[in-house]
Structure formats: structure tokens, C-alpha cells
């Protein structure tokens, strides 16, 4: 398999995504945010640690030290979440949703403006956590427990007392995927359903990111990537891997600095976040992977061809000129291997009051039910289910990579399923 393999950062001593084009990294000064649109790198304070999520397009949270900031590409300002911890912060994790923080051993969920203590156990430690893209969160404290944060109160959805996972991560699809120090690979799909994988030696860590299907395996003697069911072994620099970013994209720092590997030839954007609801016209900033070997890119809408800036790498996207409903960012990429297309969807508009019985399950039971019924690999017959994977749903459906074969969802039910999104899932 052919890698995509970028520099981004020379000087990078640690580093932390925050979206397809964005990054936190520290150098010998401190910590930076890099930008990858503008191939430049803003100077935010001198500190030894950071940490951070994006919270839209626009506004990052970021953890420097134990002080929670909001970075607005311009402003670093105090954030208001850091007057309302009672510890200091340590780690954060999630989005502007559902956000999860870590402090002195305690784990934290804040919600619709709300911050609240976790109570797990009182000889709890949080050592490890890793959200879903959704309300989920795993922690390992010190075993694993699953947690969900849906409707502004946490529960426990599962714990495995004898599971002591040393690395973890959700995909895209919902799945949890754990390394345990040992050749098992252990696997929760979204249903429940635990399984097993056996390795030929020992899985040294499992790397991923909760917005794409990619996952990363470093063993012993080889790196293996997993998507769509299948596992390659693949050559990738050696390193200290660092994360995953939302496009699946492998990052690790080497002695040439933060590099980033890829599979494919995805495009990194900014001024839009996937699902977003787009209420004011927007500069989008376009990033490539291997920007030295694309011959041209082009960017559409629907049947609408975006001008691109091509000294820039910019376009403009004004709500305006587009009817209310859902769509679909396209951005083709040309490079020697071919055409790569990256799609991201969007809604304009005004969106319906949908409920689940009333919208939401019929259009289930007339689309998905015939192979993602409860006895399915990937099962989306409840709502809950519906509800831990409406991000993906979308995106296949808004792209027409499901229903496999159609009939496809009309516009009028991509709309249902969005405001039943909107709407908090009723």
C-alpha cells in the first residue's frame, strides 16, 4: 500500500490535533497553533504542555498547562469552563457538545453550559479517556468503564473489571477498540457486543480518531492499518506516534519533525466543520495531503462549481446562494495516482420538529433495516443506535454511499433526520 507521507511541523518537540488542518505543537518557546491552510504557526504561550478540542470552525479550546483558554484564531482568552472547575485540568477530550475533563484522579462532563462531577467509584483513578463522536467516553480508572453523557446525565453503559487497556480509541463507526499490552485486541461495537482479535505478536498500541473509520496498529515488528474490515501492513517512518487526525491520518514526531501519514489523498479544510449548520457566508481554506504532488484541485457544491483561489487555496461559501436543506462540500484532488474525493456535508436552513416514531423509524424500516437489523455487524435498528451514529449516517446518506444500491433518502428525509439531530432526538 502507497503512503502520503508529510512534513508539517520541523521543530515540534509534542503535538495534538484539532481538527483536519489545525494542531497544537510545543517547541523549544512554547506552544503554537499551526494552521495548515495558511502554512504558518501563531505563537499562543510559553508553556510545557497543551492540550485541546475545536469547539466549531472557529473557536478552539485549548489547555495550556492547567488553564483552559478559547482560541479564536485571532484572541486567547480565558475560557469560561476554567472558573467553573474545582480542580485543575489535565486533559480534555470530546467536542463542543460533550466535553469530557480529567483532574486529580477525577473525571469531569460538561454539557449545555452545565459542569458536573463524574462519580465512578471512591478508589476511582482516572488514568485514560477517550471519547466517541458522540456523548460516549471511555476511561480506564483503572478498569475500563463506558460511559454516556446523553441528555445532560451520565450513566454507565458497560464496565470490564478484568480489562486494563494500555491504549484505546473509538472509530467513526462507533466501534471501541482496545490494546491491552498482550496479542489480543479487543473490540466493543456500538451494540455492546464485545470481541477479539488475536495478533501474530504483541499489539503495542491502537491509535484513532472518533470522526474516522481509520485505525492504527503498531505491534512488535509492524504497523497495520485497518479500514472497511480490512488490515495492511504498512511502512511508516519510525517515531513517537502522537495521534490520529479527524481524517484518519496517522501523526507521529521523527527526527525530521511532526509528520503525518496518510492512505489516501484527502483534503483538509477550513471555515467548516462536517454537519455544520452554515448561517453566514465563509472563507474555506483548503489543505491537501501530499500538497507537493496535486496537479489541481476542484471544489463543488451539489452541481455548483466553487472558484478556488489557486495562490490562496481559498474559496468562498455563502449560504445565500443555496437553497435550505442539506448538502454536500466535494473537493476533488488530482495527483499522479489519480482523482481522491473528499466530501463534507453541511446544512442551509431551516430545519423540521422529527421525532423517532413519528419520522425517524419509518425511514429507518424503509432504508437500513433489511441489513442493519439487530443481528447485523453494524446494527441500527433504535434509536440509541441511530443516536451514537447519527454522524456517520449522514455522511453516507448525504453522499449516497448508503442505502447500498437505493433507493437513496430524499431530500425532504435527510432534512427529518438532521432536525431530529437538531431537535436533541426525541
Known sequence: MDLFV????????????LSSVH???????????????????????????SDGVALDAHHHLVLLDDTLM????????????????????????????????????QLFHHTEGSLSAVSIDDRADVRMMVPSNDAQCAVMAPFLMVLDGFGGTVSLLDHRPELIATSMTFDSDGFLWLADGSSHLT????????????????????????????????????????????????????????????????LLLTTDGLQRVAVRRSVGVSGILAHAQLDEAVTLGFAPTG???????????????????????????????????????????????????????????????ATWDDDIDPIMQEHCSRCHGD?????????????????????????????LGGPYLSDDELDLVRGWQAGGFQ
Open 70 to 105: 478559547v482560541w479564536d484564531g485571532t484572541w486567547l482568552r480565558e475560557s469560561p469552563l476554567q472558573a467553573l472547575m474545582p480542580l485543575p485540568a489535565e486533559s480534555v477530550v470530546g467536542h463542543d457538545s460533550h466535553l469530557w475533563l480529567m483532574g486529580g484522579g
Open 291 to 353: 500538497a507537493d504532488s496535486v496537479s489541481s484541485l476542484e471544489v463543488w457544491v451539489g452541481t455548483e462549481a466553487l472558484a478556488v483561489d489557486s495562490a490562496m487555496g481559498t474559496a468562498e461559501l455563502d449560504p445565500i446562494s443555496l437553497a435550505p436543506g442539506n448538502h454536500l462540500l466535494r473537493m476533488a484532488v488530482d495527483g499522479p495516482e489519480g482523482t481522491t474525493i473528499t466530501d463534507l456535508p453541511f446544512t442551509t436552513g431551516e430545519l423540521p420538529d
Open 187 to 250: 473490540r466493543r461495537a456500538p451494540n455492546g457486543d464485545w470481541g477479539a482479535l488475536e495478533a501474530d505478536e504483541v499489539v503495542e498500541a491502537v491509535y484513532g480518531n472518533p470522526s474516522a473509520p481509520d485505525i492504527w496498529l503498531r505491534t512488535e515488528s509492524a504497523t497495520l492499518h485497518h479500514r472497511d474490515g480490512q488490515f495492511h501492513t504498512v511502512e511508516v517512518p519510525s517515531g513517537d506516534w502522537v495521534g490520529v487526525d479527524p481524517l484518519g491520518r496517522l
Open 375 to 403: 443481528a447485523a455487524a453494524i446494527p441500527l435498528h433504535t434509536a440509541d443506535l441511530w443516536r451514537l451514529n447519527i454522524d456517520r449516517i449522514l455522511t453516507e446518506v448525504v453522499s449516497q454511499d448508503m442505502p
Open 6 to 17: 508529510d512534513t508539517l511541523v520541523t521543530d515540534a518537540t509534542s503535538a495534538h490535533s
Open 23 to 49: 494542531m497544537l505543537t510545543t517547541g523549544a518557546e512554547g506552544v503554537y497553533i499551526h494552521d495548515e491552510t495558511k502554512t504558518s504557526s501563531v505563537f499562543l504561550e510559553s508553556t510545557n504542555f
